[in-house]
C-alpha cells in the first residue's frame, strides 16, 4: 500500500475523477456500461488496492446494472490517520484570509502536504499561486488559532466524526469538480453516502402540507431505490425529505450552513442526531460557525455538486432553493420541479423553473428513470399523495413539523380556530376528508364541523367524490 506522501496531490485528483467517471458512467440500451472494458475494471481495482480504505463489498453504490466485474465498492469510507501537525496545517490554511480554495489547491499540486506549502519561502509561494496567495499562506495564524485547533482535535476524536481534507481519497469526488471544492469538509456520520448516487430534495421552509407529503414520498421512493437524498436541514421541504429518507436503505446526507458542531434550527436537534447517528451530516465550516445568512448559498452549492440532480417540491419567487436549482444547471445537473396550483403562492418558484426548462415532474419514478437509476419495489407508504389511498406515512413526517404558513384571511363569518387549522392543512391543492383527518388530528365530528363553516364562509368548496378545495379569490 502507498502512503499519504506518496500520492501527488494532482495524481490523486485525477485518479479520483477517472475512478468517479467510471463509476457514474450510466448503462447504454443494452444494459451495459461502455466503459467497463476489462481495462476500466483493472484502473478501478487499481485504485481500490492502493487506497483500501474506501473499498467494502457489503454494499452497492455503483450504478446498477453497470458493475465493473470483480470489483469492490465504495461503501466502508474512512479519512487517512492525519497527524497533529498536519491537521494543525490544515487549518492554518484553510482558515488563512484571503487564501482562496483555488489558490490553495494550486499550492497544493506544487508542493504536496499543507506543511510543506508553509514551509516555502514568500518568493517561492508567489511564483506558483501569486502573491496574494503567498501573502495569505505566511500570514501569521488567525486569533484564536490554538483555542480553535483544540476544539478541532477534540471533535476529531469522537467516534462518528471525521476531518476530510482535500489531499484525502475519502473526498467526495464530485466536489472534486467544482472550481472551489471546499480544504476541509466536517463530517459526522456515514462518509460512504457522500459518494454514492444522490438526489438533492429542496423546497420552501413555509411548506404546505402537501409539500410535507410530496418530500417525504419523493425521498421515501428515491431512499429506496438505493439514492441517497440530500438535503439541507432546514424547516419545511428540507426536514419532510430527510426524515422520508432517513430509514430507507439509500439514507440521508443533510448539508449545513453552520459548524458540525451546532444545528439549526434549534427544532432540528432531534433529526440532526438522527441524521449522525444514521445517515451523514456535512459541513464546510469550522467549528463553532454559527448560521449565518451568507453561509447558506455557500451550502446551496455543495448540495447542488454533490448530487446528479435536484428535485424543488415547493418554492415562492425568492426562495433560496431557486439558488440550488441555477447552482445545479451551471454544474450540469438535471433539475426537476413538482407543478402546483396557479393559486398558490409557494408554487410561483417551481413554475418559473419550468417555463425556463427544468422537467416537469409528477412522480418520483420520473426522476429516477431520467437519472438511470434502477427502480425498486417501494412500500406503500412510499406512493401516499394526496389521492387519499394511503396518507398515514406523509402525515406523520408532516406532523414532526407543522407547516407555519398562513395565507389565508379571516373571513366576515371569523371562523373559529379548528376550522382556520383545516383551511391551514387543506393548502392549495384538493383533499379528501381522510387526507384532512391525518393532518389536523381532529375527530370525525369537529372536521365536519369546521368544513361546514368554512363552505358558509365562501372560503371552501366542496367537489364531487368528496373533495375539498379551497375557494378561489375573486
Known amino acids: 500500500m502507498r502512503h499519504r506522501a506518496d500520492w501527488p496531490f494532482g495524481q490523486l ?14 448503462p447504454d440500451s443494452t444494459g451495459r456500461c461502455p466503459r467497463h472494458s476489462p481495462q476500466a475494471a483493472a484502473q478501478v481495482r487499481d485504485v481500490s488496492r492502493d487506497a483500501p480504505h474506501w473499498i467494502s463489498d457489503s454494499e452497492n453504490f455503483i450504478t446498477p446494472g453497470c458493475n ?20 494543525s496545517a490544515w487549518l492554518r490554511l484553510a482558515t488563512a484570509r ?18 510543506n506549502v508553509l514551509a516555502q519561502p514568500f518568493a517561492t509561494l508567489a511564483a506558483a499561486a501569486g502573491s496574494e496567495a503567498a501573502r495569505a499562506a505566511v500570514a501569521a495564524p488567525t486569533p484564536g488559532f490554538a483555542e480553535r485547533l483544540e476544539t478541532l482535535n477534540a471533535w476529531c476524536a469522537t467516534p462518528g466524526n471525521a476531518l476530510v481534507t482535500l489531499a484525502d481519497p475519502a473526498y467526495p469526488p464530485r466536489l472534486l469538480a467544482m472550481p472551489d471544492p471546499p480544504p476541509l469538509l466536517y463530517v459526522q456520520g456515514r462518509l460512504a453516502l457522500l459518494h454514492a448516487r444522490s438526489i438533492a430534495v429542496v423546497g420552501s421552509r413555509s411548506a404546505t402540507p402537501q409539500a410535507f407529503e410530496d418530500a417525504a414520498r419523493f425521498a421515501r421512493a428515491f431512499a429506496a431505490a438505493g439514492a441517497t437524498v440530500v438535503s439541507g436541514l432546514a424547516l419545511g421541504v428540507d426536514g419532510a425529505a430527510h426524515r422520508g429518507a432517513l430509514d430507507e436503505r439509500g439514507g440521508t446526507a443533510a448539508v449545513v450552513g453552520t459548524g458540525a458542531d451546532l444545528v439549526y434550527p434549534r427544532t432540528h436537534r432531534a433529526l440532526a442526531a438522527q441524521i449522525a447517528q444514521r445517515g451523514a451530516i456535512l459541513s464546510e465550516w469550522p467549528l463553532g460557525t454559527p448560521a449565518r445568512s451568507a453561509n447558506f448559498p455557500q451550502r446551496n452549492r455543495l448540495i447542488a455538486a ?27 445537473r438535471d433539475v426537476f420541479a413538482l407543478p402546483g396550483s396557479i393559486h398558490a403562492p409557494l408554487a410561483r418558484g417551481c413554475h418559473r423553473l419550468i417555463k425556463e426548462g427544468a422537467q416537469l415532474v409528477e412522480s418520483p419514478e420520473e426522476v429516477l428513470e431520467a437519472l438511470g437509476i434502477q427502480l425498486s419495489a417501494a412500500p406503500a407508504a412510499s406512493t401516499a399523495h394526496s389521492d387519499g389511498e394511503s396518507v398515514a406515512q406523509p402525515a406523520r413526517a408532516a406532523r414532526h413539523e407543522p407547516p ?7 373571513s366576515p363569518g371569523n371562523p373559529d380556530p379548528e376550522a ?11 383533499a379528501t376528508l381522510e387526507i384532512l383527518a391525518a393532518r389536523t388530528e381532529l375527530s370525525e365530528a369537529a372536521l365536519q364541523a369546521a368544513l361546514l363553516q368554512l363552505e358558509l364562509s365562501g372560503q371552501l368548496n366542496s367537489l364531487p367524490g368528496g373533495w375539498f378545495v379551497r375557494a378561489t379569490l375573486r
Open 306 to 332: 454533490l448530487v446528479e440532480g435536484v428535485v424543488i417540491v415547493e418554492a415562492a419567487m425568492r426562495s433560496g432553493s431557486l439558488i440550488t436549482a441555477r447552482l445545479a444547471n451551471e454544474m450540469g
Open 98 to 115: 484571503g487564501l482562496k480554495p483555488a489558490a490553495l489547491r494550486t499550492l497544493l499540486a506544487a508542493f504536496g502536504l499543507p506543511q
Open 420 to 430: 382556520l387549522r383545516v383551511l391551514d392543512a387543506l393548502g392549495h391543492a384538493p
Open 13 to 26: 485528483v485525477r485518479t479520483l475523477q477517472d475512478a468517479e467517471d467510471i463509476r457514474t458512467k450510466r
Open 404 to 410: 407555519r404558513q398562513s395565507g389565508h384571511a379571516r
Open 68 to 87: 465493473p466485474p470483480g470489483t469492490g465498492v465504495f461503501s466502508m469510507l474512512a479519512p487517512l490517520p492525519i497527524g497533529d501537525e498536519e491537521r
